[in-house]
């Protein structure tokens, strides 16, 4: 969580990012004071400092308070455990292991549940009014998105995912109001992505990026899901990374599929019936 806030702390506003300065000097200070001391602390107003909560993703001053409390005493410690060439099969398989859970429970712990409730609802929403749905990544977030696209598809839904730059841009430029499209980045500032966002936000669609904090990427749609992880984009191909962003995904269609309801029942039924004869019994 304080990682997210040092991330994010050049794309603030001056006065939030006093806010967010004091948070980092004294974190647990910060979950205990009440607002009108935080605010004399860091020599602004007390609506900024829920606004510099929300800017970060959390559901206001309180919301934000319990998951640093949480944090700072009870947080699960991360690990990021590099696998080295001199390391045997099982080092490598018991690290990569290791950062995979860490990286979970360091999820489970810091996410932004009204991030989360505010993705899925624009989604069943796009999927209630029989609007288009459209996933976007590039390179392994590429493949993230044909299995997010593989999800909502089964559910009944009109999607589609693209990996192609110049797919992307002709696919954003014909959204309207009421489509929803879904951007997923490891590093957050792939330039096809960040155009493709910018046209599909034009057009009037809902755009929702899935990538790390304090990026071009992370301030350029509606809605942010942050996916932090201290893994180098430049030197190995994202290992857990990636996984978080399967994960996010896996959250959102579970619950769209939920929201959906009963009438998805006959569908998944008969489509698992259809699907028999493709099986050896």
Same mark, same amino acid.
């Given at each position: 969580?304080?990682?997210?806030?040092?991330?994010?702390?050049?794309?603030l506003a001056p006065a939030e990012q006093r806010v967010g300065k004091l948070v980092l000097a004294d974190p647990r200070g910060f979950a205990n004071l009440p607002v009108s001391e935080l605010a004399d602390r860091a020599h602004v107003s007390k609506p900024t400092v829920v606004r510099f909560c929300r800017s970060i993703g959390y559901d206001g001053l309180s919301d934000f308070k319990l998951k640093l409390a949480g944090s700072v005493s009870?947080?699960?410690?991360?690990?990021?455990?590099?696998?080295?060439?001199?390391?045997?099969?099982?080092?490598?398989?018991?690290?990569?292991?290791?950062?995979?859970?860490?990286?979970?429970?360091?999820?489970?712990?810091?996410?932004?549940?009204?991030?989360?409730?505010?993705?899925?609802?624009?989604?069943?929403?796009?999927?209630?009014?029989?609007?288009?749905?459209?996933?976007?990544?590039?390179?392994?977030?590429?493949?993230?998105?044909?299995?997010?696209?593989?999800?909502?598809?089964?559910?009944?839904?009109?999607?589609?995912?693209?990996?192609?730059?110049?797919?992307?841009?002709?696919?954003?430029?014909?959204?309207?109001?009421?489509?929803?499209?879904?951007?997923?980045?490891?590093?957050?500032?792939?330039?096809?992505?960040?155009?493709?966002?910018? *046209?599909?936000?034009?057009?009037?669609?809902?755009?929702?990026?899935?990538?790390?904090?304090?990026?071009?990427?992370?301030?350029?749609?509606?809605?942010?899901?942050?996916?932090?992880?201290?893994?180098?984009?430049?030197?190995?191909?994202?290992?857990?990374?990636?996984?978080?962003?399967?994960?996010? *995904?896996? *959250?959102?269609?579970?619950?769209?599929?939920?929201?959906?309801?009963?009438?998805?029942?006959?569908?998944?039924?008969?489509?698992?019936?259809?699907?028999?004869?493709?099986?050896?019994?």
């Amino acid at each position: 969580m304080l990682d997210r806030i040092k991330a994010s702390l050049p794309s603030l506003a001056p006065a939030e990012q006093r806010v967010g300065k004091l948070v980092l000097a004294d974190p647990r200070g910060f979950a205990n004071l009440p607002v009108s001391e935080l605010a004399d602390r860091a020599h602004v107003s007390k609506p900024t400092v829920v606004r510099f909560c929300r800017s970060i993703g959390y559901d206001g001053l309180s919301d934000f308070k319990l998951k640093l409390a949480g944090s700072v005493s009870e947080g699960v410690p991360f690990i990021h455990r590099s696998v080295d060439a001199d390391d045997k099969t099982s080092d490598i398989a018991v690290k990569v292991i290791d950062n995979t859970v860490a990286a979970f429970l360091k999820y489970r712990n810091d996410a932004s549940f009204f991030a989360l409730e505010r993705a899925a609802t624009a989604l069943a929403e796009t999927s209630q009014n029989g609007r288009r749905i459209e996933f976007y990544g590039v390179g392994n977030s590429g493949i993230v998105a044909q299995d997010a696209q593989h999800k909502f598809f089964r559910l009944g839904l009109n999607t589609i995912a693209y990996s192609d730059g110049h797919m992307q841009v002709m696919s954003a430029s014909m959204l309207q109001a009421g489509d929803c499209v879904v951007v997923i980045s490891n590093s957050g500032r792939t330039r096809d992505l960040m155009d493709a966002c910018d *046209i599909a936000r034009k057009c009037g669609a809902t755009t929702i990026v899935i990538t790390c904090s304090g990026s071009p990427l992370a301030s350029a749609g509606h809605i942010h899901l942050t996916a932090d992880h201290p893994e180098g984009f430049d030197k190995y191909s994202p290992m857990v990374s990636r996984l978080l962003h399967l994960l996010i *995904i896996d *959250i959102l269609a579970t619950t769209v599929a939920l929201r959906i309801g009963e009438r998805l029942q006959p569908l998944l039924r008969d489509m698992k019936n259809n699907l028999r004869s493709k099986r050896y019994t």
